[in-house]
Antibody, heavy 122, light 107 residues
Framework: EVQLVESGGGVVQPGGSLRLSCAAS????????MHWVRQAPGKGLEWVSLISGDGGSTYYADSVKGRFTISRDNSKNSLYLQMNSLRTEDTALYYCAKVVEMATIWVALDPWGQGTLVTVSS | EIVMTQSPATLSVSPGERATLSCRASQSVSSNLAWYQQKPGQAPRLLIY???TRATGIPARFSGSGSGTEFTLTISSLQSEDFAVYYC?????????FGQGTKLEIK
C-alpha cells in the first residue's frame, strides 16, 4: 500500500523558515515525480511545487518561487520542502502527493498524504 | 496561467439523484484534466484523470467527460458518502491549476 506521511509543520513568525518532509513507502520512490500542494484554512487547493523522479527538474508556483525549494532524497524515500521568508499568506495545510504514472510529470496526483499544518503568525 | 472555473459553487441534490458538475478552462487543456473529491478533514482523493478515466477503486457511478475547455463530472445516483467538495485540476500547462471547488450538499 502506498503511504505518504508529512511532517515538519508548525508555527513560525513572518520571515522565518521551516522544512517540511514527506516519508514515502509502498512504491519505487525514484520512479515517480512528487508534488507539494497547499490548502489555506477553509479555502481551495493551490499547487506549490513539483520535482521529477530523479530530482533533476523542479517547478514552482510564482507565489513561492525564490522562497521555497523542493528536493528529494531517493535513498531515504523522502521528499522535502524548504520554506524561507515565510509570509502570513503561506499559512496552510501542506500536502505531498505522488503522480499516478511513472517517468512523467504530465499526469494527475494520487495518492495524497494527510498534510502538515504551517501557521505563519507573529 | 490557465484559470479553471467550476460551477455551480454549491449544488444541492437528493440521495439517489444525478449530480452534474462543470469545469471550464480559460484555454484548451486537451484531455489533461482530473477530478478530486475531498471530504471534511481528509486529503483529496483522485476520482478521474485524462478527463474520463476512473482511478483505481472508484465506483462506476462516477464518470467524466469533455475535452479542450469544457468538462463535466457526473455522479449517476448519489450515495450518502458522495457529499463532499469536488475539484478539477488541469495538468496540461504550468503552473498546474485547480478550480475553486463545487460543494455537493444533501438537499
Amino acid at each position: 500500500e502506498v503511504q505518504l506521511v508529512e511532517s515538519g509543520g508548525g508555527v513560525v513568525q513572518p520571515g522565518g523558515s521551516l522544512r517540511l518532509s514527506c516519508a514515502a513507502s509502498g512504491f519505487t520512490f525514484d520512479d515517480y515525480a512528487m508534488h507539494w500542494v497547499r490548502q489555506a484554512p477553509g479555502k481551495g487547493l493551490e499547487w506549490v511545487s513539483l520535482i521529477s523522479g530523479d530530482g533533476g527538474s523542479t517547478y514552482y508556483a510564482d507565489s513561492v518561487k525564490g522562497r521555497f525549494t523542493i528536493s528529494r532524497d531517493n535513498s531515504k524515500n523522502s521528499l522535502y520542502l524548504q520554506m524561507n521568508s515565510l509570509r502570513t499568506e503561506d499559512t496552510a495545510l501542506y500536502y505531498c502527493a505522488k503522480v499516478v504514472e511513472m517517468a512523467t510529470i504530465w499526469v494527475a496526483l494520487d495518492p495524497w498524504g494527510q498534510g502538515t499544518l504551517v501557521t505563519v503568525s507573529s | 496561467e490557465i484559470v479553471m472555473t467550476q460551477s455551480p459553487a454549491t449544488l444541492s441534490v437528493s440521495p439517489g439523484e444525478r449530480a452534474t458538475l462543470s469545469c471550464r478552462a480559460s484555454q484548451s487543456v486537451s484531455s489533461n484534466l482530473a477530478w478530486y473529491q475531498q471530504k471534511p478533514g481528509q486529503a483529496p482523493r483522485l476520482l478521474i484523470y485524462g478527463a474520463s478515466t476512473r482511478a483505481t477503486g472508484i465506483p462506476a457511478r462516477f464518470s467524466g467527460s469533455g475535452s479542450g475547455t469544457e468538462f463535466t463530472l457526473t455522479i449517476s445516483s448519489l450515495q450518502s458518502e458522495d457529499f463532499a467538495v469536488y475539484y478539477c485540476q488541469q495538468y496540461n500547462n504550468w503552473p498546474q491549476t485547480f478550480g475553486q471547488g463545487t460543494k455537493l450538499e444533501i438537499k
